[in-house]
């Protein structure tokens, strides 16, 4: 079994280690694949950098790893990743892809702009099963939180029959012992996203986007998040809905 590792923090970001470590313990063969640079607020953008026709790619080690997962740095947004190694571009086609773990939250309908659900998504619409995985701090403490909560999502999803849904997992920043539990939640009316914004003089600069109060959607991913516990929400991909039917239209002249 083969899973791959993305993000949209980049290659340098330390949650990469907690969903390989996760993946090689399930017994996965595991190869880590992130953006060379932060690509936070990507989306599904099929956005890269290529020289002489291929994908910018180069060696470089995510830090933590488990030994012997390879770990390579493309200069590509992370659903691009997830397209290429959907297509082989990374070695075998992976049976999971894991997104994450995001420094910040991804909850509510704001889910629409992340590069690390984009990922999962990509990945979803060539037939992968795939999970995002967030945790709600910009600079986290408890990456041991995420790992206990990504080690019950990945259970679950390799056993599940979710086609064409993502498990998407949001972790408050806390220690194990203070989580609450994990809960299925339905996606807040905005909740928060990251945005990366790339200024002319090669200056970042990040925006982080959030609803005004949780409380009055306590019931939400954002709302338990808040409280102190962990998210999964399963997200639909792309669907036509025939439900509301649009009129005809004939062919002029006709």
């Given at each position: 079994?083969?899973?791959?590792?993305?993000?949209?923090?980049?290659?340098?970001?330390?949650?990469?280690?907690?969903?390989?470590?996760?993946?090689?313990?399930?017994?996965?063969?595991?190869?880590?694949?992130?953006?060379?640079?932060?690509?936070?607020?990507a989306s599904a953008s099929l956005l890269g950098a290529e020289k002489d026709g291929r994908l910018v790619v180069d060696a470089v080690a995510a830090p933590g790893l488990p030994d012997g997962v390879t770990s390579l740095a493309v200069r590509a947004a992370p659903a691009l990743i997830a397209f290429v190694a959907a297509h082989g571009g990374f070695g075998p086609k992976p049976d999971i892809v894991l997104s994450g773990v995001n420094r910040g939250a991804n909850t509510g309908s704001s889910v629409l702009h992340s590069g690390t659900v984009g990922a999962a998504l990509s990945a979803m619409t060539h037939g992968i099963r795939a999970m995002a995985v967030s945790i709600d701090a910009v600079a986290p403490t408890h990456w041991e939180t995420a790992r206990l909560v990504t080690d019950h999502g990945l259970a679950w999803l390799r056993e599940a029959e979710i086609p064409g849904r993502v498990l998407n997992l949001n972790v408050p920043d806390v220690e194990p012992a203070l989580l609450r539990g994990l809960r299925q939640a339905p996606l807040a009316s905005f909740g928060a996203v990251s945005a990366r914004i790339h200024e002319n003089d090669d200056r970042n600069l990040t925006v982080r986007y959030t609803g005004l109060d949780v409380t009055r959607e306590p019931?939400?991913?954002?709302?338990?998040?808040?409280?102190g516990w962990a998210t999964a929400t399963l997200l639909r991909g792309p669907y036509a809905d025939d439900r509301t039917q649009v009129p005809a239209l004939g062919a002029p002249g006709a």
């Open positions: 079994m083969h899973a791959l590792i993305t993000n949209d923090d980049g290659i340098a970001s330390e949650g990469l280690a907690v969903l390989a470590a996760s993946a090689v313990d399930a017994g996965y063969e595991v190869v880590v694949a992130a953006p060379a640079r932060e690509s936070s607020g019931e939400s991913d954002a709302g338990l998040l808040d409280r």
